[in-house]
């Protein structure tokens, strides 16, 4: 049996990740695979309390990537180890590449800072694949204008999402054999196809 994967899905709000995560786990589960999916920040009693504060309260952007690594660290502990180490692929909508692009890249917390915290929390964990769903932000505005409520996030300007998306391409230079990119403005079923190859190949 292959070994069990740590998989994440990343991109802006309206890139369409939630719905395709779905999809990309059934098809693992119908080959078989015992697939947990999970969310962040949230994925825990605890991450989810927090995930309510971080999606509704203003605060500094310090104090929002503290929280995130937080939820984070209780996630790892609580959930994703736990489940790797049972034979469980885990498919998580977002981690900490969120962290880079949304605080780093969208709010300016410095690189460094960012960098301290990934290692305190997960110095020994990286994911074994992440799909990056990238996407004009113009396509992905378009798209959440459809949602009746938008959180903190989703309201921000589209000059903060183009800095996300720019620091999640920079993820993707710097991690280029743990990435795949997928061009998300495509129709779903060619995004499927691509994520087909992908299942195939890992
Ligand atoms: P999201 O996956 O977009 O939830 P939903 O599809 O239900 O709207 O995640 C919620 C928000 O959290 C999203 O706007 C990005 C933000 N976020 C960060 O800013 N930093 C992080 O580290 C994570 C994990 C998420």
Redesign the pocket.
């Known amino acids: 049996m292959k070994k069990a994967k740590f998989i994440t899905f990343e991109g802006i709000?309206g890139a369409g990740k939630?719905t395709h995560l779905a999809w990309f786990a059934e098809t693992l589960r119908q080959r078989g695979i015992n697939v947990l999916v999970t969310?962040?920040?949230g994925g825990t009693p605890l991450g989810e309390h927090l995930r309510s504060i971080?999606?509704s309260q203003p605060m500094h952007a310090e104090t929002e990537a503290l929280l995130?690594f937080a939820a984070r660290l209780q996630h790892i502990e609580q959930v994703i180890r736990p489940a790797l180490q049972q034979g469980a692929w885990v498919v998580s909508?977002?981690?900490?590449d969120?962290?880079f692009a949304?605080?780093g890249g969208g709010r300016g917390v410095a690189l460094a800072k960012l960098e301290q915290l990934e290692y305190w929390v997960h110095a020994d964990l990286q994911p074994d694949l992440t799909l990056l769903f990238d996407i004009p932000v113009a396509v992905a505005r378009q798209r959440l204008s459809n949602n009746v409520t938008l959180?903190r996030?989703?309201q921000e300007k589209s000059v903060f999402f183009d800095r996300v998306r720019q620091a999640y391409l920079e993820r993707y230079k710097k991690y280029p054999q743990r990435f795949a990119l997928i061009d998300a403005a495509q129709t779903p079923d060619q995004v499927k196809v691509e994520l087909e190859k992908i299942i195939v190949s890992i």
């Open positions: 709000d939630s969310r962040e920040p971080l999606l995130m909508d977002r981690f900490s969120a962290s949304y605080q959180d996030f989703e």
